[in-house]
């Protein structure tokens, strides 16, 4: 990261104060030349985009809008595809590979074009050689996609699933995430360690560099699922030290529905110089490659290989991953953080710390994902129907999209469990990082620092936000 990204409370001087949209507030004078130089670029850049002018979204984290440009090339390639059915790809999707791979810090053959991210993500774990008795490390915040497969490979396999809770605290810090999975991975035993960057109900990035040198240091495959890392982040894949990191077409990203991508280690890196793990393809047409999980050809190439895709969708795909390259990733990265670093201030000065269900203080945890919660009691903050009835009204009311949810008994602590009723319906159900006893957060609410947002947006929520929880408190 290589801009601040907290806001510093500097008080600025009255010329840095008139740029800032909101008029009484502190705003260090850094913050302030910041949205000055790059709020303009945003704005203009917001106008690609085709979303509801009736609506304020704030969801990427859902799904992306494709800018203008890429819906015309996915327009033109449906209509290409309609006159001319018989040829697979309208561009080669070897060529699509190395287009992402060069932007995503890779290499083509480590790169597979997948369908979403639940789709590379079971395609990994699935491929994985998994003994009775492996364990899999995971964090109690993953998405369901996540869960369900680490359950299935459990029931199927005879895996153990361990949890380990995660620190998540106003002034929780990278270093004390890595010490709460170090004290859990155990070598020889723990198979894979499994997470999410950034967790998908917080929105907290994960240190996934430190993880996946602990990883190693035990003998274990890192799996990622990063729904929410690529489009979002600058991603430099073979520099992270992970060996299956599953990721989103359709959301940060802004590509079409229905594409996803699967980067899978394929050498020895300097980020991580350990053996590859046996690999078996679950889903391919190659007749070329092992059929024993040995490794040693183009895996990106053959998990690419299955049927006859909708290929116009891979090609506006690599149009938007070209599109995010000619802005510049790490401008795109910093817009991200900037916004949610001035989303996640502006809900703690107005709600309280409390409010923002994550770390807020350490640069390494942040992201464009803020899980928050503005009622002021913990027994509203934990009410389900309070919360579902407020992200209704938000959109009906005042024309704000947002999302919520946790996953509450019904994640990877689950009936016949007595543990699981711990933890309240559509809440977090994290545990404690030194205990492991049930430590449930409350129901989140989700908002996102979208390309397209501004800070008059974010003024705009916080208001409604006020007036509404006003309403129903
Ligand atoms: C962390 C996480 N993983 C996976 C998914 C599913 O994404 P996809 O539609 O790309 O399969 C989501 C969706 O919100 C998510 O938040």
């Known amino acids: ?5 907290s806001r510093r409370t500097v008080l600025a001087g009255a010329g840095a104060l008139a740029l800032a949209t909101r008029s009484n507030a502190a705003v260090s004078a850094e913050d302030a030349a910041y949205f000055a130089a790059e709020e ?22 859902q799904k992306g809008s494709m800018p203008k440009p890429v819906l015309a090339r996915m327009k ?33 053959d480590q790169i597979a074009i997948t ?37 299935r490979i459990a029931a199927r396999y005879g895996v153990v699933v361990r949890q380990w809770g995660v620190p998540s605290l106003p002034r929780s810090s990278a270093d004390e995430v890595v010490a709460a999975i170090e004290r859990r991975v155990v070598p020889g035993k723990t198979k894979v360690v499994f997470f999410s960057s950034p967790l998908w109900p917080t929105g907290m990035r994960m240190p996934e560099r430190r993880i996946a040198e602990i990883a190693q240091k ?63 393809l679950v889903r391919t047409q190659s007749r070329e490659v092992p059929f024993d999980g040995s490794r040693g050809y183009d895996v990106g190439a053959a998990l690419s290989l299955y049927g006859f895709p909708e290929s116009a969708d891979w090609r506006a795909l690599g ?76 959109l009906r009311e005042y024309g704000f999209r947002i999302s919520g949810l946790g996953v509450g008994s019904n994640g990877l602590t689950r009936k016949p469990d007595p543990e699981a ?39 705009r929520f916080i208001d409604a936000t006020k007036d509404l929880v006003a309403k129903m408190t």
Not at 76 to 101: N, Q, T
Not at 145 to 151: D, R
Request: net charge negative; hydrophobic share 40%; proline share 9%.
């Open 1 to 5: 990261m290589d801009q601040q990204v």
């Open 40 to 61: 303009p670029f945003f704005l203009e850049f917001a106008k690609e985009f085709t979303l509801d002018p009736k609506v304020t979204y704030f969801m990427a984290a």
């Open 76 to 108: 033109e390639g449906l209509d290409h595809v309609a006159r001319d059915p018989f040829p697979v790809y309208v561009e080669p999707s070897a060529k699509i590979r190395e287009r992402i791979a060069a932007a995503y810090g890779t290499t083509p």
């Open 115 to 151: 369908r979403n991210t639940t789709d590379a993500l079971t395609l990994a774990m699935m491929g994985i050689e998994w003994k009775p008795g492996d364990e899999i490390l995971i964090t109690p915040l993953e998405h369901p996609t996540g869960i369900t497969i680490a359950l």
């Open 218 to 280: 035990a003998g274990a495959i890192t799996v990622v699922d990063g729904a929410h890392y690529n489009g979002m982040f600058d991603p430099r894949l073979d520099e992270s030290g992970i060996d299956f990191f599953a990721l989103c077409g359709h959301k940060w990203q802004n590509g079409p529905g229905g594409t996803g991508l699967l980067y899978v280690r394929n050498r020895e890196l300097p980020s991580n110089p350990t053996p590859l793990p046996r690999f078996h």
């Open 319 to 394: 149009d938007a991953v070209s599109l995010w390259d000619k802005i510049g990733r790490k401008r795109i990265e910093t817009w991200h953080l900037r916004l949610g670093a001035y989303f996640r201030d502006r809900i703690v000065e107005t709600f309280g710390e409390a409010a923002v269900l994550r770390p807020q203080h350490d640069p390494a945890l942040q992201s464009g994902i803020i899980g928050f919660n503005p009622f002021p009691k913990p027994e509203q903050r934990r009410d389900e129907k309070l919360n579902v009835d407020f992200r209704s009204r938000i």
């Open 421 to 459: 009723a711990a933890f309240p319906s559509g809440t977090i159900p994290n545990r404690d990082p030194a205990t492991l006893a049930p430590a449930p957060m409350d129901h989140p609410q989700r908002v996102n620092a979208c390309v397209w947002n501004s800070r008059a947006d974010v003024d």
